[in-house]
């Protein structure tokens, strides 16, 4: 039996739970974990999920800002984890446990700050958060439970890679390209011991990206998107990886967030 995780920063999920019925009658992954969902707890809307087969949901949400939440049809174990990065009190995590076939998986599911417009903490506070949580999430290891597989999804807000910008030249005083971003972020993989599953199946050296900006007047023909969204594993999860999917058409959808899902599928 196959398993499917996506990932989806939704940009408000009462506005947009239409484009998420959609989304799992569509393409029905077993998981859906949703970023800056906007949504305090109380208010979440599980009706709709439930009717589809979701019936097992596990939220961290605040009400007007970020918020996570994780939409399973597979049980999902009462060991939940809601850690506060930063200690600010924001909702930007939420793990679950479950098990599928022989295996026990932790899933983390993260919406990493944006950081603001300016790269430098001096004059930007945001920013300055961001790299403390980018600093913080490099105590998160693949490995950290004996006997548990990891993967962890979301909205990282950081596109790493040279080719998960449309200009790696022009981008490198934005915010979310910025050296010392995608060197924290590859830090955070690298001490981590996780595997960037999208690039095991897309090559470094192809474009991929999951994002792509409201500002842009002809999103589809200008095409300077980034890769801000993310799924990665621990190491023995990787040879079960049979597919990864980018729904780029999910940014041409009434009413759009400007994230796309991205579906890892695993054959075991």
Not at 208 to 215: D, E, H, Q
Request: glycine fraction near 6%.
């Amino acid at each position: 039996m196959a398993l499917s995780i996506a990932t989806w920063n939704i940009n408000s999920v009462r506005l947009r739970m239409p484009l998420v019925e959609h989304f799992l009658k569509t393409f029905s992954p077993d998981i859906l974990c949703l970023q800056e969902t906007k949504c305090p707890n109380d208010l979440f809307p599980s009706k709709p999920l439930k009717a589809l087969g979701y019936e097992h949901i596990v939220m961290h949400g605040q009400k007007g800002y970020h918020g996570v939440a994780t939409v399973s049809r597979l049980p999902l174990t009462e060991l939940v984890e809601r850690r506060d990065y930063c200690g600010v009190g924001d909702a930007r995590h939420v793990s679950v446990l479950f098990h599928h076939r022989n295996k026990l998986i932790r899933l983390h599911n993260f919406y990493v700050p944006a950081g603001g417009d300016e790269p430098d903490r001096t004059i930007n506070p945001k920013f300055g958060h961001k790299l403390d949580f980018i600093e913080e999430m490099k105590l998160l290891h693949a490995e950290a439970e004996a006997g548990i597989s990891s993967i962890l999804v979301g909205d990282l807000n950081i596109a790493p890679l040279e080719h998960d910008v449309w200009s790696h030249k022009q981008l490198l005083k934005i915010v979310s390209h910025t050296p010392i971003e995608t060197e924290g972020l590859i830090d955070v993989m690298t001490k981590g011991a996780w595997v960037d599953l999208m690039r095991r199946k897309v090559p470094a050296h192809e474009k991929l990206y999951t994002w792509w900006s409201y500002r842009s007047a002809d999103w589809v023909a200008a095409n300077k998107g980034r890769r801000l969204d993310h799924i990665w594993s621990s190491a023995d999860l990787e040879p079960h990886l049979s597919n990864i999917a980018v729904i780029r058409e999910a940014r041409g959808w009434e009413r759009p967030s400007d994230h796309v899902p991205v579906i890892a599928e695993f054959d075991f």
